[in-house]
C-alpha cells in the first residue's frame, strides 16, 4: 500500500549538518505519525524523532537543540534536519510511518549517516 523512500544520508565531518528526506508513495493513504530511527552496529535501535499529522514532535534528548524534524503533508514527506553532528550520532537511520487503517507501521530501506572527528 505505502512504500517510503529515504534520501540524504551520507559522510560528514563532526559539526556539520545533513538532511535526511523520507517520501511516501502508494494510492489511498493518509500518514498518521512518521518518525526516525537509528541504529548503530551491536546497538538496539532508537527513536530519534516522531511528528503527528498536526505537528507535534518528540525528541530523543541526545538529539535535542540539534536535530529538527518536520514534514509536508502535501507531499506526503517527512525531513529530519540534522545540525552540530557528533561521532555518535553514527548509525543507519530509518524512517517509518503510521497509516489510517492498516495494522503494521511502514519502514524505509535505511540511510547510512557517518560523521567523522
Known amino acids: 500500500q505505502v512504500q517510503l523512500v529515504e534520501s540524504g544520508g551520507g559522510l560528514v565531518q563532526a559539526g556539520g549538518s545533513l538532511r535526511l528526506s523520507c517520501a511516501a508513495s502508494?494510492?489511498?493513504?493518509?500518514?498518521?505519525?512518521m518518525g526516525w530511527y537509528r541504529q548503530a552496529p551491536g546497538k538496539q535501535r532508537e527513536l530519534v524523532a516522531a511528528?503527528?499529522?498536526?505537528?507535534?514532535?518528540n525528541y530523543a534528548d541526545s538529539v535535542k537543540g540539534r536535530f529538527t524534524i518536520f514534514r509536508d503533508n502535501v507531499k506526503n514527506t517527512v525531513y529530519l534536519q540534522m545540525n552540530t553532528l557528533k561521532p555518535e550520532d553514527t548509525a543507519v537511520y530509518y524512517c517509518?510511518?503510521?497509516?489510517?487503517?492498516?495494522?503494521?507501521?511502514?519502514w524505509g530501506q535505511g540511510t547510512q549517516v557517518t560523521v567523522s572527528s
Open positions: 517509518t510511518a503510521q497509516v489510517r487503517g492498516s495494522v503494521s507501521d511502514y
Open positions: 502508494g494510492s489511498g493513504f493518509r500518514l498518521n505519525d
Open positions: 511528528i503527528a499529522r498536526d505537528g507535534r514532535t
